[in-house]
RNA sequence: CGGGGUGUAGCGCAGACGGCCAGCGCGCCGCGUUUGGGACGCGGAGGUCGGCGGUUCAAGUCCGCCCACCCCGACCA
């Protein structure tokens, strides 16, 4: 590629709207440009780069048995009303009707068109197991996308599906996902880590995701120092304290004026915040419920609650399907007959207000609770004598330092994006469905699913991030949009430019991929534009390296310079691209 | 959706006390000089000042409404 007719240009100043690293870097460099939010153009430059990413994806996939194909972006509303997504999923699937009033969806992802196929094509265990993915466009109307690339609202996503006829068969596949997909990171150059995850709006049974870890991410893992526990925030577990064994003591009635909140109220009373209950009022919009459920959580007074975790305790406990999940208004608080701040979950109406206790208050006696009265607090309230809870569950948060759930060992947070996925589905999808199979006994059963992800852009984000320095991109050699950079420094008397010129035509002969700066430029734009882009290897062409002896070559990354002759470019140039790889 | 911010040429910005043809740097086009780490001179092109409405003799500048984008949060691959 002559870089005079490329498609791009370089920019010297950064748009103002890029913060991090690999945004910045992506426009300077000519690869990106935005379009709307969270929506980009992809120049040829970055084209080439997740071409380059999504060779090496249909590589590991074919490794394990994968077949590509590929499924549609826009599917018809009736398959995501048979698995009740339709109304699960908020706002974040974009929704449309299409010239004769039927309900459409923008795919955001592709569960339902997979168990559709399945159930049509599948008949008989004979056709089991089955690996089919694709890479494919898919459009999530985030709330607030940002960070670049890191986060977007149209994206394409490497998105495999495995079935199979029982979960000995999915474990295998989620093994196989599981190791194929670390090795597209480790060959993409991108260091990762493994966390367990939150199944969120996929459901199912377990699920991991691919961390990268850099302090611009925007989820909280937590790693235990000595062990090999990982999670992410939003499921980590923890080990709760044993709290002291105490004979449950009588209830008694104290003033605690001006203590709405729990530092207040702990140093008012001078006793610790873990000898208090926490009440948190929430209001679940529930899929299967029109109005909004008011949940009162109780937790320890030292314990920060995980909205996850609550959430998922509801569905277990069959409450319903959480769609979205706020705090409570003081207005609907008290409209409940409770006091906000000094609320009690003794003589909550239940009727109206699911209570749900943190699985370590069974095991809490005599902490201060709200006494339902502004300025007044009840001591020595016990969970089952004073009150009961609808739900008991670990919904507490784990945070930073607390004590790993395996080894005791100390937890830390670290921020990281996602860029892979991988879930157990099992039969979510397929018996909403009726995607069976006949088994030996010629019996129905349901197929049994899994499904995994990667985001290419959001990948390629991430390598650029991990992988630059001041002065622009240093990819690894295995997703570089080009092998070779060349630089040609015109002289007055054209001898620079027959000799490029002519390592050019080698280049592109030999079946190489060139980056050829041909433009009429000084060499400080040339150099500065190559250090931008930041191909791994650049060969310049000049009077001076002639006289030298031949083209200079130089790493992107490395100092080195070092002069190779001309009769033995071509040939060093492939050893350079052979050992980049 | 709550809080904060920004919209003036391709990019970065000034102009805000209403007042000539709306400016600067970089980039872009032409000519010349220059030629190994973002050159210099001369001459050019390029603007619905985010949009709509209002106030006024006069609006980039004042007022109202709307839109877009960015950041923090809520939410998510």
């Given at each position: 590629m002559r870089m005079s007719k490329l498609f791009s240009t370089t920019l010297r100043?950064?748009?103002?709207?890029a913060e991090i690293a690999s945004h910045q870097l992506l426009l300077r460099a000519g690869y990106i440009r935005q379009l709307g939010a969270g929506i980009y153009s992809y120049l040829p430059l970055a084209q080439r780069v997740m071409s380059r990413i999504e060779h090496i994806m249909r590589e590991e996939m074919a490794a394990i048995g994968g077949q590509e194909l590929k499924m549609p972006v826009v599917h018809p509303a009736d398959i995501w009303q048979e698995t009740g997504?339709?109304?699960?999923?908020?706002?974040?699937m974009a929704r449309f009707k299409d010239r004769s009033g039927h309900d459409m969806v923008l795919a955001m992802t592709h569960e339902e068109v997979v168990a559709d196929l399945a159930r049509r094509?599948?008949?008989?265990?004979?056709?089991?197991?089955q690996l089919i993915y694709h890479i494919q466009t898919k459009f999530r109307d985030d709330p607030r996308p940002r960070a670049g690339l890191i986060r977007v609202r149209e994206f394409t996503m490497l998105d495999s599906y495995s079935l199979d006829r029982d979960l000995a068969g999915l474990d295998a596949q989620y093994q196989a996902h599981y190791e194929a997909y670390l090795r597209i990171f480790n060959r993409c150059g991108l260091p990762v880590k493994t966390v367990s995850s939150d199944s969120g709006m996929?459901?199912?049974?377990e699920a991991h995701e691919y961390m990268y870890l850099?302090?611009?991410?925007e989820d909280t893992l937590l790693f235990c120092i000595q062990c090999e526990y990982a999670a992410n925030r939003q499921v980590a577990a923890f080990a709760k304290p044993d709290p002291p064994d105490e004979v449950p003591l009588p209830l008694e009635k104290v003033a605690t004026p001006g203590t709405a909140t729990i530092a207040e109220l702990a140093a008012y009373l001078e006793?610790?915040?873990?000898k208090t209950a926490k009440a948190v009022f929430l209001m679940a919009e529930l899929d299967d419920e029109d109005s909004p459920q008011m949940v009162f959580a109780v937790l320890r007074g030292d314990m920060a609650l995980n909205e996850t975790k609550l959430a998922n305790a509801l569905a277990a406990a069959g409450k319903g399907i959480v769609r979205t999940l706020r705090p409570a208004l003081e207005a609907e608080i008290a409209a409940k007959g409770a006091t906000p701040g000094?609320?009690?979950?003794?003589?909550?109406?239940r009727a109206q207000v699911w209570v749900v206790a943190d699985d370590l208050l069974p095991r809490s006696p005599n902490l201060v609770a709200g006494?339902?009265?502004?300025?007044y607090h009840l001591r020595n309230t016990n969970l089952g004598r004073d009150y009961d809870a609808d739900i008991v569950a670990d919904i507490a948060l784990a945070e930073d330092g607390a004590p790993c759930p395996h080894c005791q060992g100390v937890l830390e947070a670290r921020r990281g994006v996602e860029v892979g996925n991988i879930f157990k589905l099992g039969t979510r999808y397929t018996a909403a469905l009726g995607a069976t199979y006949l088994d030996e006994d010629g019996q129905p059963q349901p197929i049994v699913m899994g499904s995994y992800g990667i985001g290419v852009g959001r990948l390629m984000a991430c390598i650029a991030e991990e992988h630059h320095d001041a002065q622009g991109l240093i990819w690894p050699a295995s997703v570089a949009p080009f092998s070779v950079h060349l630089v040609l420094l015109r002289g007055k008397d054209g001898v620079s430019e027959d000799a490029a010129e002519a390592l050019y035509q080698d280049l592109v002969k030999a079946g190489l991929e060139p980056l050829y700066?041909?433009?009429?430029?000084?060499a400080g734009v040339k150099f500065n534009d190559a250090d931008l882009i930041g191909i791994p290897l650049r060969v310049t062409v000049s009077s001076r390296s002639l006289q030298s002896g031949g083209y200079e070559f130089k790493r992107r990354g490395e100092e080195d310079r070092w002069i190779v002759p001309v009769e033995t470019a071509l040939s060093v140039i492939m050893d350079q691209i052979e050992q980049g790889n």
């Open positions: 100043d950064v748009p103002s709207e997504r339709w109304t699960q999923v908020g706002d974040e094509e599948i008949q008989s265990y004979r056709q089991l197991p996929m459901g199912g049974l850099t302090p611009v991410g006793i610790s915040p873990a000094y609320a009690s979950p003794i003589g909550i109406d006494a339902n009265e502004a300025g700066d041909d433009r009429d430029e000084r």
